[in-house]
């Protein structure tokens, strides 16, 4: 499949460190993702977060960006993979079960694109339920419009922390 974002239909990637020198492995993915995937269109601040789903005493540095490119979105996970495979990545989450990282690339959105395949679900599935995205994300594109839930990211973040809050 031949599926594309250009234009308008900018990419969206979600990126999380917590071992290591975490914001060096930040850059150097962005540098490795503008080099083979495209050009960084906006960038949000680094933000500092606790781990979501396990214990750990590590802190994550996590961050969006918005990337322009005309590559499909199979090889543009491809070459996610692989960058997170060159910066030391050797495990993936497994059924729900997380773990420290190097580095995490994740695809959030790719315009309006709705994919639902074994090898990849965009938008991604969980991405409106994580403060650690969506703040990143909101302070980039506050007004871009979730594609299956039809909601503006900010009505997204503000959704959650009105629940985190009622909990």
């Known amino acids: 499949m031949g599926l594309t974002v250009t234009g308008t239909d900018s990419l969206f990637l979600a990126l999380g460190s917590n071992l290591g020198d975490r914001e060096q492995q930040i850059h150097t993915a962005l540098r490795k993702i503008e080099e083979r995937i495209g050009r960084i269109i906006s960038l949000s601040a680094l933000y500092q977060t606790k781990p979501e789903g396990y214990d750990s005493p590590n ?23 692989q960058i997170e495979i060159e910066l030391g990545r050797v495990l993936k ?21 709705i994919l639902d395949t074994p090898l990849l679900t965009l938008p991604h599935p969980r991405f409106h339920q994580r ?37």
């Open 131 to 167: 403060d650690f995205v969506l703040t990143p994300l909101c302070e980039i594109a506050p007004n871009r419009i979730h594609p299956l839930l039809g909601k503006t990211i900010r009505q997204l973040r503000e959704e959650l922390r009105l629940e985190e809050k009622n909990q």
């Open 93 to 113: 989450s497994v059924d729900g079960k997380y773990a420290d990282r190097l580095i995490d690339i994740d695809l959030i959105m790719a315009g309006d694109l």
């Open 59 to 81: 802190k994550y540095v996590n961050c969006v960006c918005e990337v322009g490119s005309k590559l499909s979105i199979y090889t543009i996970f491809a070459i996610t993979q």
